[in-house]
């Protein structure tokens, strides 16, 4: 298995990813508060983990892309913003749905930016995670609460994402730490306005728990898993992070559901385990398993 050091990181920021859902439901602020928080708290770790290791901001790498950074750090907090906002307007699970066509648009979009290819073998782990994610999500059998408006919301956030994405491939000689910690800025500025317009927080009281809940998002879901993502997406092809990314929800349903007992069912099983086992077999190298059986 190749960059298996990468994949690694890829399957640890996903499945940290996927419980974010866990400690944000606890928190009573608004999600536009929420996603700020994480910026500002991430960004705040990140420089914090630099100083101790005493390592210095490459700044010279970041005004050679300081241009990149900007933009994907917009798109990073607008995705943020359409995301939670698609969750409002519609069921979380059609929300996620459609938030997750991001690695299918990511893999087609790099077919064009950055040459890649689609083999058989990427095209058909494309296709299982694809109907995996709509098993688990729930959407066959008409669930109720479904809207075209947070579905349009998902998609548009999922294309943000995408983005996102690409031009952390765009970038040119930055560390991992660097670009992430420069992109939680850019997107704190972008979400302040909103949450100052749109979000209102008079009269809420957090909790110790919540106030704990608050930094494990910002220091764990963001600071720690995003670092790790970006460093390990960089590297690795889009083909690979798109498969490894549908991880994500998975453990968001599963934890949801063995948690807050938010019913899955045998299709969202089924769903689960044909995401997981088709992430799984996409890195295995079946053409010298069977040259070695044949030997």
């Not at 101790?52 to 913003?81: E, F, M, Q, V, Y």
């Given at each position: 298995m190749k960059n298996k050091s990468q994949i690694i990181a890829l399957i640890v920021s996903m499945t940290v990813f996927g419980t974010v859902g866990i400690f944000s439901k606890q928190i009573p602020l608004?999600?536009?508060?929420?996603?700020?928080?994480?910026?500002?708290i991430g960004v705040l770790f990140l420089a914090a983990v630099m100083l101790i290791i005493g390592r210095r901001p490459d700044i010279s790498a970041i005004r050679k892309n300081l241009a990149k950074l900007i933009l994907s750090g917009i798109c990073l907090g607008a995705n943020w913003i359409l995301f939670f906002e698609a969750c409002k307007q519609?069921?979380?699970a059609s929300a996620t749905l459609s938030y997750y066509l991001a690695p299918t648009i990511l893999v087609i979009a790099s077919v064009f930016i950055f040459s890649e290819k689609i083999t058989l073998k990427r095209a058909v782990g494309m296709i299982a995670t694809l109907a995996g994610m709509i098993l688990v999500s729930g959407v066959i059998g008409g669930a109720e609460g479904v809207r075209g408006?947070?579905?349009?919301?998902?998609?548009?956030?999922?294309?943000?994402?995408?983005?996102?994405?690409?031009?952390?491939?765009?970038?040119?000689?930055?560390?991992?730490?660097?670009?992430?910690?420069?992109q939680f800025l850019?997107?704190?500025?972008?979400?302040?306005?909103?949450?100052?317009?749109?979000?209102?927080?008079?009269?809420?009281?957090l909790t110790a728990g919540a106030i704990i809940d608050l930094l494990v998002i910002g220091i764990v879901h963001t600071g720690i898993a995003y670092a790790l993502y970006?460093?390990?997406?960089?590297?690795?092809?889009?083909?690979?992070?798109?498969i490894y990314s549908y991880i994500d929800p998975v453990v968001s349903i599963l934890a949801a559901t063995l948690i807050f007992r938010e019913p899955?069912?045998?299709?969202?099983?089924?769903?689960?385990?044909?995401?997981?086992?088709?992430?799984?077999?996409?890195e295995i190298d079946t053409d010298r398993f069977f040259k070695k059986k044949e030997k």
């Amino acid at each position: 298995m190749k960059n298996k050091s990468q994949i690694i990181a890829l399957i640890v920021s996903m499945t940290v990813f996927g419980t974010v859902g866990i400690f944000s439901k606890q928190i009573p602020l608004p999600s536009g508060v929420i996603a700020l928080s994480r910026s500002v708290i991430g960004v705040l770790f990140l420089a914090a983990v630099m100083l101790i290791i005493g390592r210095r901001p490459d700044i010279s790498a970041i005004r050679k892309n300081l241009a990149k950074l900007i933009l994907s750090g917009i798109c990073l907090g607008a995705n943020w913003i359409l995301f939670f906002e698609a969750c409002k307007q519609t069921t979380v699970a059609s929300a996620t749905l459609s938030y997750y066509l991001a690695p299918t648009i990511l893999v087609i979009a790099s077919v064009f930016i950055f040459s890649e290819k689609i083999t058989l073998k990427r095209a058909v782990g494309m296709i299982a995670t694809l109907a995996g994610m709509i098993l688990v999500s729930g959407v066959i059998g008409g669930a109720e609460g479904v809207r075209g408006v947070g579905v349009l919301l998902g998609i548009a956030a999922a294309f943000l994402y995408a983005t996102v994405v690409i031009f952390n491939k765009l970038l040119c000689d930055m560390n991992a730490f660097d670009k992430t910690a420069v992109q939680f800025l850019v997107s704190a500025l972008v979400l302040m306005p909103y949450v100052l317009i749109f979000e209102r927080v008079e009269g809420t009281v957090l909790t110790a728990g919540a106030i704990i809940d608050l930094l494990v998002i910002g220091i764990v879901h963001t600071g720690i898993a995003y670092a790790l993502y970006f460093g390990a997406a960089t590297v690795l092809p889009s083909s690979t992070v798109a498969i490894y990314s549908y991880i994500d929800p998975v453990v968001s349903i599963l934890a949801a559901t063995l948690i807050f007992r938010e019913p899955l069912g045998f299709t969202g099983i089924i769903g689960a385990i044909l995401i997981i086992g088709t992430a799984l077999l996409s890195e295995i190298d079946t053409d010298r398993f069977f040259k070695k059986k044949e030997k």
